[in-house]
C-alpha cells in the first residue's frame, strides 16, 4: 500500500532544542494531525498521538482515545505525563466535516460534529493545562475549520 504522504513537501522551521520537546497531536491518524505528527517528529519532538484509529507512523506513539471521552483523554495524558513527565506541545487536530448544506446536514450529524470539533478540543486541553501550568512551560494550537 502507497503512502498517502509520500512526496509531500512540509516546511521545515527551526526551533531551539526542539530534540527535547514532548509533543502531543490529537486526530494524528490521518489528514493535517498526521501531517502535523511527522512534521513534529521529523523536527526532533516527541510525539504522541491520539486517536480512535491506530495506523502505524515509525517514531510516533499511538494512544488509543475518542476525544469526546474525558475519562478517556484522561488516561492517555496520564500515561504520557507517566512516561516522560511533561507534555510542552499540544496541537488539537481532530475532527471531522459535514459536507453539502446546512438545510440537509440531519442535527444528530451536526451535533456529533460539535461534540468533537469543539468539545474535544476542550477535553484534551482541560487535560493537558495542569501539567504545562505545573511545569510553566508549553504551546497549544488549536487547528479548525
Known amino acids: ?12 522551521v527551526k526551533v531551539k532544542n526542539m530534540n527535547t520537546k514532548i509533543a502531543l497531536v490529537t486526530g494524528g491518524s490521518s489528514g493535517i494531525g498526521r501531517c502535523t505528527a511527522i512534521s513534529l517528529k521529523n523536527m526532533g519532538c516527541k510525539v504522541y498521538e491520539i486517536s480512535r484509529r491506530d495506523i502505524p507512523c515509525e517514531g510516533i506513539t499511538h494512544l488509543t482515545a475518542d476525544v469526546t471521552d474525558e475519562n478517556a ?12 513527565d511533561r507534555i510542552d ?3 488539537n487536530c481532530a475532527g471531522f466535516r459535514i459536507s453539502g448544506a446546512v438545510e440537509f446536514t440531519e442535527e444528530a450529524e451536526a451535533r456529533k460534529q460539535f461534540d ?7 477535553n484534551v486541553t482541560k487535560a ?11 504551546r497549544i494550537v488549536n487547528v479548525s475549520s
Open 73 to 84: 483523554v484522561k488516561s492517555a495524558v496520564k500515561s504520557i505525563i507517566e512516561a516522560d
Open 128 to 138: 493537558v493545562l495542569p501539567f504545562m501550568r505545573k511545569n510553566k512551560v508549553g
Open 116 to 122: 468533537v470539533n469543539f468539545f474535544g478540543t476542550v
Open 89 to 91: 506541545i499540544l496541537i
Open 1 to 12: 500500500m502507497r503512502n498517502m504522504y509520500e512526496g509531500m513537501s512540509i516546511r521545515k
